[in-house]
Antibody, heavy 125, light 107 residues
Framework: EVQLVESGGGLVQPGGSLRLSCAAS????????MSWVRQAPGKGLEWVAN????????YYVDSVKGRFTISRDNAKNSLYLQMNSLRAEDTAVYYC??????????????????WGKGTTVTVSS | DIQLTQSPSFLSASVGDRVTITCRAS??????LAWYQQKPGKAPKLLIY???TLQSGVPSRFSGSGSGTEFTLTISSLQPEDFATYYC?????????FGPGTKVDIK
Protein backbone atom coordinates (compact mmCIF):
# COMPACT_ATOMS: atom_id res chain seq x y z
CA GLU A 1 0.00 0.00 0.00
CA VAL A 2 1.31 3.43 -0.94
CA GLN A 3 1.57 5.41 2.29
CA LEU A 4 3.04 8.54 3.83
CA VAL A 5 3.19 8.93 7.61
CA GLU A 6 4.21 12.22 9.21
CA SER A 7 5.60 12.61 12.71
CA GLY A 8 7.41 15.14 14.87
CA GLY A 9 4.71 17.71 15.45
CA GLY A 10 4.00 19.22 18.83
CA LEU A 11 3.87 22.36 20.95
CA VAL A 12 6.85 24.70 20.68
CA GLN A 13 7.52 28.20 21.93
CA PRO A 14 7.96 31.12 19.54
CA GLY A 15 11.54 31.19 18.31
CA GLY A 16 11.94 27.48 18.85
CA SER A 17 12.71 24.65 16.46
CA LEU A 18 11.06 21.44 15.38
CA ARG A 19 11.92 18.71 12.88
CA LEU A 20 9.12 16.96 11.03
CA SER A 21 9.58 13.56 9.41
CA CYS A 22 7.60 11.74 6.75
CA ALA A 23 8.06 8.01 6.26
CA ALA A 24 7.21 6.72 2.80
CA SER A 25 6.30 3.15 1.88
CA UNK A 26 4.78 1.20 -0.97
CA UNK A 27 6.51 3.09 -3.79
CA UNK A 28 10.00 3.95 -5.03
CA UNK A 29 10.57 7.04 -2.91
CA UNK A 30 13.74 8.08 -4.73
CA UNK A 31 11.83 8.47 -8.01
CA UNK A 32 9.58 11.30 -6.88
CA UNK A 33 9.68 14.95 -6.03
CA MET A 34 8.19 15.47 -2.57
CA SER A 35 6.32 18.36 -0.95
CA TRP A 36 5.29 19.80 2.38
CA VAL A 37 1.90 21.54 2.51
CA ARG A 38 0.38 23.14 5.60
CA GLN A 39 -3.07 24.19 6.76
CA ALA A 40 -3.58 26.68 9.58
CA PRO A 41 -6.62 26.08 11.81
CA GLY A 42 -9.79 26.87 9.90
CA LYS A 43 -7.83 28.08 6.86
CA GLY A 44 -6.96 26.85 3.39
CA LEU A 45 -4.02 24.89 2.06
CA GLU A 46 -0.59 26.50 1.69
CA TRP A 47 2.26 24.89 -0.26
CA VAL A 48 5.45 25.15 1.81
CA ALA A 49 8.34 23.43 0.03
CA ASN A 50 9.40 20.97 -2.68
CA UNK A 51 12.50 18.82 -3.07
CA UNK A 52 13.76 17.01 -6.14
CA UNK A 53 14.39 13.29 -6.26
CA UNK A 54 18.12 13.58 -5.48
CA UNK A 55 17.79 16.62 -3.21
CA UNK A 56 19.62 18.87 -5.68
CA UNK A 57 16.75 21.33 -6.08
CA UNK A 58 14.65 22.82 -3.29
CA TYR A 59 11.94 25.46 -3.43
CA TYR A 60 10.16 27.32 -0.64
CA VAL A 61 7.27 29.71 -0.10
CA ASP A 62 8.63 33.16 0.76
CA SER A 63 7.23 33.13 4.30
CA VAL A 64 9.52 30.25 5.36
CA LYS A 65 12.67 30.99 3.35
CA GLY A 66 15.71 31.15 5.61
CA ARG A 67 13.83 29.48 8.48
CA PHE A 68 12.72 26.09 7.11
CA THR A 69 14.84 23.47 5.35
CA ILE A 70 13.43 20.55 3.39
CA SER A 71 15.61 17.46 3.03
CA ARG A 72 15.35 13.77 2.28
CA ASP A 73 17.14 10.48 2.90
CA ASN A 74 16.39 8.13 0.03
CA ALA A 75 18.11 5.23 1.81
CA LYS A 76 15.60 5.60 4.64
CA ASN A 77 12.62 6.51 2.42
CA SER A 78 12.16 9.61 4.50
CA LEU A 79 11.36 13.28 3.98
CA TYR A 80 12.12 15.96 6.55
CA LEU A 81 11.26 19.56 7.35
CA GLN A 82 13.56 21.37 9.76
CA MET A 83 11.70 24.38 11.14
CA ASN A 84 13.65 27.09 12.99
CA SER A 85 12.69 30.51 14.37
CA LEU A 86 9.09 29.37 14.59
CA ARG A 87 6.31 31.95 14.76
CA ALA A 88 2.70 31.80 15.85
CA GLU A 89 1.67 31.99 12.20
CA ASP A 90 3.46 28.68 11.54
CA THR A 91 0.81 26.92 13.62
CA ALA A 92 -0.80 24.40 11.28
CA VAL A 93 -1.29 20.82 10.29
CA TYR A 94 1.69 19.87 8.12
CA TYR A 95 1.15 17.33 5.35
CA CYS A 96 3.78 15.62 3.26
CA UNK A 97 2.74 14.79 -0.28
CA UNK A 98 4.15 12.86 -3.22
CA UNK A 99 4.50 14.83 -6.42
CA UNK A 100 3.43 12.70 -9.34
CA UNK A 101 3.76 13.63 -12.97
CA UNK A 102 2.55 12.66 -16.41
CA UNK A 103 3.67 13.52 -19.90
CA UNK A 104 0.90 14.61 -22.24
CA UNK A 105 1.92 15.55 -25.77
CA UNK A 106 4.82 18.00 -25.34
CA UNK A 107 4.10 18.89 -21.75
CA UNK A 108 4.76 17.35 -18.34
CA UNK A 109 2.11 17.88 -15.68
CA UNK A 110 2.73 17.62 -11.96
CA UNK A 111 0.20 16.95 -9.21
CA UNK A 112 0.14 15.86 -5.55
CA UNK A 113 -1.34 12.39 -5.65
CA UNK A 114 -0.48 10.81 -2.30
CA TRP A 115 -0.86 12.61 1.02
CA GLY A 116 -0.11 11.73 4.61
CA LYS A 117 -2.62 12.30 7.40
CA GLY A 118 -0.68 15.26 8.73
CA THR A 119 1.09 16.23 11.92
CA THR A 120 0.08 19.23 14.03
CA VAL A 121 2.50 22.00 14.92
CA THR A 122 1.45 24.55 17.53
CA VAL A 123 3.64 27.59 18.19
CA SER A 124 2.62 29.25 21.42
CA SER A 125 4.05 30.43 24.70
CA ASP B 1 3.63 34.91 -7.61
CA ILE B 2 0.52 33.55 -9.31
CA GLN B 3 -2.67 34.20 -7.34
CA LEU B 4 -5.72 31.94 -7.62
CA THR B 5 -9.27 32.98 -6.84
CA GLN B 6 -12.23 30.64 -6.54
CA SER B 7 -15.92 31.32 -6.89
CA PRO B 8 -18.14 30.88 -5.16
CA SER B 9 -16.50 30.64 -1.73
CA PHE B 10 -19.49 28.72 -0.47
CA LEU B 11 -22.37 26.99 -2.14
CA SER B 12 -25.38 25.16 -0.84
CA ALA B 13 -26.69 22.37 -3.06
CA SER B 14 -28.89 19.30 -3.01
CA VAL B 15 -28.13 15.70 -3.87
CA GLY B 16 -28.46 15.30 -7.63
CA ASP B 17 -27.62 18.92 -8.43
CA ARG B 18 -25.05 19.91 -11.04
CA VAL B 19 -22.36 21.98 -9.39
CA THR B 20 -19.73 24.17 -11.03
CA ILE B 21 -16.77 25.81 -9.28
CA THR B 22 -14.56 28.35 -11.02
CA CYS B 23 -10.86 28.98 -10.44
CA ARG B 24 -9.13 32.01 -11.97
CA ALA B 25 -5.38 32.59 -12.18
CA SER B 26 -3.74 36.01 -12.06
CA UNK B 27 -1.70 35.09 -15.13
CA UNK B 28 -1.76 32.32 -17.71
CA UNK B 29 -0.84 28.88 -16.44
CA UNK B 30 -1.64 26.82 -19.54
CA UNK B 31 -3.20 23.61 -18.16
CA UNK B 32 -0.98 23.30 -15.08
CA LEU B 33 -3.89 23.11 -12.68
CA ALA B 34 -5.08 20.46 -10.25
CA TRP B 35 -8.24 20.11 -8.18
CA TYR B 36 -8.45 18.56 -4.71
CA GLN B 37 -11.28 17.58 -2.39
CA GLN B 38 -10.89 17.86 1.36
CA LYS B 39 -13.24 16.65 4.06
CA PRO B 40 -13.03 17.90 7.66
CA GLY B 41 -10.08 16.45 9.55
CA LYS B 42 -8.80 14.61 6.48
CA ALA B 43 -5.97 15.10 4.02
CA PRO B 44 -6.75 16.51 0.58
CA LYS B 45 -7.54 14.05 -2.21
CA LEU B 46 -6.49 14.61 -5.82
CA LEU B 47 -9.43 14.72 -8.23
CA ILE B 48 -8.20 16.28 -11.46
CA TYR B 49 -4.79 17.22 -12.88
CA UNK B 50 -3.62 18.87 -16.07
CA UNK B 51 -6.88 20.86 -15.80
CA UNK B 52 -9.04 18.05 -17.19
CA THR B 53 -7.47 14.64 -16.54
CA LEU B 54 -9.42 12.56 -14.04
CA GLN B 55 -7.25 10.90 -11.40
CA SER B 56 -7.52 7.12 -11.33
CA GLY B 57 -10.34 5.95 -9.09
CA VAL B 58 -12.20 9.25 -9.04
CA PRO B 59 -15.87 8.96 -10.11
CA SER B 60 -16.68 10.16 -13.62
CA ARG B 61 -19.24 12.65 -12.30
CA PHE B 62 -16.22 14.90 -11.63
CA SER B 63 -14.80 16.77 -14.60
CA GLY B 64 -12.46 19.67 -15.18
CA SER B 65 -12.01 22.12 -18.02
CA GLY B 66 -10.24 25.31 -18.96
CA SER B 67 -6.79 26.60 -19.78
CA GLY B 68 -4.89 29.84 -19.48
CA THR B 69 -6.51 31.78 -16.65
CA GLU B 70 -10.00 30.31 -16.20
CA PHE B 71 -10.84 26.80 -15.07
CA THR B 72 -13.91 24.95 -13.87
CA LEU B 73 -14.59 21.87 -11.78
CA THR B 74 -17.99 20.33 -12.42
CA ILE B 75 -19.82 17.68 -10.44
CA SER B 76 -22.55 16.41 -12.75
CA SER B 77 -24.81 14.93 -10.07
CA LEU B 78 -23.89 15.75 -6.49
CA GLN B 79 -23.72 12.75 -4.17
CA PRO B 80 -23.83 12.75 -0.34
CA GLU B 81 -20.12 11.95 -0.14
CA ASP B 82 -19.25 15.02 -2.27
CA PHE B 83 -20.04 17.54 0.44
CA ALA B 84 -16.57 18.90 1.15
CA THR B 85 -14.21 21.78 0.40
CA TYR B 86 -12.61 21.95 -3.03
CA TYR B 87 -9.27 23.60 -3.82
CA CYS B 88 -7.54 24.39 -7.08
CA UNK B 89 -3.73 24.51 -7.26
CA UNK B 90 -1.45 25.87 -9.94
CA UNK B 91 1.73 23.91 -10.70
CA UNK B 92 2.97 26.18 -13.48
CA UNK B 93 5.60 27.97 -11.42
CA UNK B 94 6.85 28.28 -7.86
CA UNK B 95 5.34 28.90 -5.40
CA UNK B 96 2.70 26.24 -6.16
CA UNK B 97 -0.22 28.28 -4.86
CA PHE B 98 -3.65 26.97 -3.88
CA GLY B 99 -6.94 28.75 -4.30
CA PRO B 100 -8.81 29.79 -1.13
CA GLY B 101 -11.29 26.93 -1.41
CA THR B 102 -14.99 26.41 -2.12
CA LYS B 103 -17.10 24.76 0.55
CA VAL B 104 -19.99 22.69 -0.79
CA ASP B 105 -22.68 22.25 1.81
CA ILE B 106 -26.01 20.48 1.98
CA LYS B 107 -29.06 22.59 1.19
Amino acid sequence: EVQLVESGGGLVQPGGSLRLSCAASGFTFSSYWMSWVRQAPGKGLEWVANIKQDGSEKYYVDSVKGRFTISRDNAKNSLYLQMNSLRAEDTAVYYCARVGGEAQFYYYYYYMDVWGKGTTVTVSS
Amino acid sequence: DIQLTQSPSFLSASVGDRVTITCRASQGISSYLAWYQQKPGKAPKLLIYAASTLQSGVPSRFSGSGSGTEFTLTISSLQPEDFATYYCQQLNSYPFTFGPGTKVDIK
